[in-house]
Structures are given as structure tokens and as C-alpha cells.
């Protein structure tokens, strides 16, 4: 029997329960179940999603042997995404089963993509040694247009969460290139690693990819990220002045504390993983420099941070520091009421999430955001979202409009506060 390589493996059972009650892995405060009522415990998700992919994808070559590509592209997508659930769950170098998986994902993904009404390239960026994968998604015309530079989250890859046959970024008239960065999807099968920092040289190296590309206007280049991808994001846009704006939502910008020790297992282990470490120690030495307190500052591109008012992973007086720093046109999203993915329900009317992302990057790119620009909106539910008004603090009693006098003179009381 081997030894459990984390002080917190031996959590694990608890993280099981949480599966059999919930259908999560994470983010437990959400109601929607991630897994159906098969899956319950941790090492059952690769085989029980394995079967769920596979009928998406049975489904999908049945439709497209009767001629309905259509309907065999979505289904396609769909068993992507099942795919990419069965193989995240495994963090374990040459493993044949993740191996297999993953390769599953990425060709359901192709499938689909090869649908698509307008192109979707695999492309292979060269990075250090090796090469980043990306799939770049090109608006139609092959004429020069503005292109978004796409980092998805930790438990996210490029394939995943972005519809490409309903590309939100496409419609608006940009590209979009959605990348594999260290330690993500196709870089892990290559044992490429993720480090403190190398994400920003992943940033330039795919922006000189895009500079060599016809279709790409580069005076409009922006950077996108969710979760885990708002921290690279911000680190692609602090490092290159080619990025022009930068949006990212469900913030993850450090100290890193919060993910890696207070949450779910699942993060911390799959992170090491990612990271090639499997020392706690190492690891933990660099999770404690992973902070863009150091780097916000030279975010000087119109920059949009959304993120869930009561964010676990990243608690709103983290990401109000971040924030703070960055000395570019800013603008601020707190969603009330919400945790770490906050594009779901009500909040955004419904609306594909990545679309206001697409809108506010469009808007930026054509310059509506210029120095000292500094908007700060608390989004509520049932409200008009993004064009919701000006909140003058995002804490009580000013978010309700109320002005803040100190303390009264009867909480004073006659000798006042001690010293």
C-alpha cells in the first residue's frame, strides 16, 4: 500500500462524502451537480464520465452516419466535455487511462470543431523546448480582426466550458485563441510544467505565434482568463505591452493559501501534479510566491476583475488589493451573494457569461476605457448586471448608500476608545 504524498491525502475521505452528497468536487456551495448519482467517490469519476462521454460520442456518429451533422457537432462537444471530466481526475504522469481519456476529449473536441461555422485551427505554438497547443478560433473572411488571447482556469482546458460551434468572442468579430499552458491538457501528457511565473513568457510566445497569423490585427490584441486563468492573464498583460486590455473573471490572484489549504484536496493535489512537484515542502515554497502583488502594477491596459462577492478562493479583500494596484483604466465586478463561478443563474440573466466578457474587451479594444478610468459596480441579482450603476464601496454601509460617520457618540460613550 503507498504512502499518501500530502499532509492533506489523508482528507480524501472526506472529499468522497462530500461527492456522495453534493455530485461535486469542489466548490461546495453550489447546488448543481457536477457528476450524475453514479459517481460516489473521487476515483470513480474517470471510468463512470469515461461512459458518459462515450454515449455522447455513440449518439454523436450515429447522427452523423443519418447526415445530421448538426445535431452530431453538439453531441460531439458534449462528449468533449465528459471526456475532459474523466481524465482531470487523474493526476498521475503516463498514466494509460488519463492518457486515453484526454486523447478522447481532444478528438470529440476536433469532431465538433470540424463543424463549426468558421475555422478552428490546431495550433502548436514553440515554447522553450517544446510547443504549446492551442485551438485558434478565426471570425470568418479571413480578414485581419482583433484576437483574444484565452488562459482557462486549473480544472479547465482549451477545449472546455467556450461552445465553438456558438463562439460568443466569434460573433463579436474576434478570434480567439484558447491555450494548453504548462501543466494544462495536452501540456501535461507532455510533462511540460507549470511554474510560479512562466506564464508570462507563455503570453509572449503566443502573441509572437499570432503576430506571423494574416487574420490577426495586432494593435488590438487582448487577454482573457477564468479562475485559475485570471492569475496567468494578469501575468500575460503585466509582462507584454502588446496585450491592449485584459478581462478576467472568478478571480484567483493570490495569496494562494485559501485554494491550496483551506479547500478541497482536489486542488493542491492536482496543482503539484501540474507543477511536476511532489515534495509539499517545494511545492508549498511555490505557492507562497505566487502573488500579483508584485506585478499588478504593470497592468497598464484597460483591465475588467470579476468576482464573486463570498469567493472562498480568493476573498474579495484579496482581490480589492489586486485591484487597487493595477494603474491602468480599470473596472470592477463584484457579484453578490456569489461564490467562484459566478456565470451561472439569474445574476447574468441567463446570457452566455463569456459574452459580457467579449463586450467589454470589444469596447475596450475600440478605446472606450482611457486613463483614469476607475468603475466599481456590485452586480445583484434580478438587477440590469454589468450596466448596473456606479457602487460607491463595495462594503456596508456605502453599498446601500449610506455615507460612513465613524463610530457614534453613544458607541464612544464618555471616555471614548482607549488607545
Known amino acids: 500500500m503507498s504512502n499518501t504524498k500530502r499532509e492533506r491525502d489523508n482528507q480524501h475521505w472526506i472529499m468522497d462524502w462530500l461527492i456522495k452528497q453534493t455530485g461535486r468536487y469542489q466548490n461546495y456551495a453550489y447546488d448543481a451537480k457536477t457528476f450524475p448519482p453514479e459517481v460516489k467517490s473521487y476515483k470513480m469519476i474517470p471510468r463512470v464520465m469515461e461512459r458518459y462521454g462515450r454515449h455522447r460520442e455513440g449518439m454523436a456518429r450515429a447522427a452523423e452516419a443519418a447526415g445530421h451533422v448538426e445535431t452530431a457537432a453538439e453531441l460531439y462537444f458534449l462528449a468533449s466535455e465528459k471526456y475532459r471530466l474523466a481524465q482531470h481526475a487523474i493526476y498521475e504522469d503516463d498514466n494509460k487511462e488519463k492518457i486515453y481519456l484526454h486523447g478522447k476529449q481532444l478528438e470529440c473536441y476536433l469532431k465538433a470543431a470540424a463543424y463549426a461555422p468558421n475555422s478552428v485551427e490546431l495550433v502548436e505554438i514553440p515554447f522553450e523546448d517544446n510547443y504549446i497547443q492551442g485551438f485558434l478560433h478565426l471570425v470568418p473572411g479571413g480578414k485581419k480582426a482583433p484576437t483574444v488571447v484565452f488562459a482557462p482556469g486549473m480544472d479547465m482546458t482549451k477545449e472546455s466550458t467556450i461552445n465553438p460551434l456558438h463562439h460568443p468572442f466569434i460573433v463579436r468579430g474576434m478570434n480567439f485563441l484558447s491555450l494548453d499552458g504548462p501543466g494544462k491538457g495536452t501540456s501535461n501528457i507532455r510533462k511540460m510544467h507549470v511554474t510560479a511565473d512562466n506564464y508570462c513568457k507563455v503570453g509572449t510566445a503566443a502573441i509572437d505565434f499570432l503576430s506571423q497569423r494574416p487574420e490577426v490585427d495586432m494593435d488590438k490584441i487582448a487577454v482573457s482568463g477564468y479562475s485559475f486563468g485570471s492569475y496567468w492573464g494578469m501575468q500575460m498583460a503585466a509582462a507584454d505591452k502588446r496585450v491592449k486590455a485584459i478581462a478576467t473573471a472568478a478571480a484567483c490572484y493570490g495569496p494562494m ?21 511532489e515534495d509539499e515542502a517545494q511545492f508549498d515554497e511555490m505557492a507562497n510566491q505566487m502573488s500579483l502583488d508584485g506585478i499588478a502594477g504593470d497592468v497598464t491596459c484597460p483591465c475588467l476583475i470579476i468576482s464573486g462577492e463570498y469567493d472562498p478562493l480568493a476573498p474579495l479583500d484579496t482581490v480589492l488589493d489586486v485591484y487597487e494596484r493595477v494603474t491602468g483604466p480599470k473596472e470592477l465586478w463584484v457579484v453578490e451573494d456569489e461564490f467562484h463561478t459566478p456565470r451561472h443563474g439569474e445574476t447574468f440573466g441567463g446570457a452566455d457569461f463569456y459574452g459580457f466578457l467579449a463586450d467589454w474587451i470589444k469596447d475596450a479594444l475600440n478605446g472606450k476605457y482611457q486613463a483614469g478610468w476607475d468603475k466599481r459596480i456590485i452586480i445583484h441579482k434580478m438587477s440590469e448586471g454589468p450596466y448596473s450603476g456606479v457602487a460607491p464601496d463595495v462594503s456596508l454601509p456605502e453599498r446601500i448608500g449610506v455615507e460612513y460617520r465613524g463610530p457614534t457618540k453613544e458607541q464612544l460613550g464618555p471616555a471614548g476608545i482607549r488607545k
Open 257 to 277: 493559501t485559501s485554494i491550496f489549504e483551506e479547500e478541497t484536496p482536489h486542488f493542491k493535489q492536482v496543482f503539484m501534479y501540474m507543477a511536476g512537484i
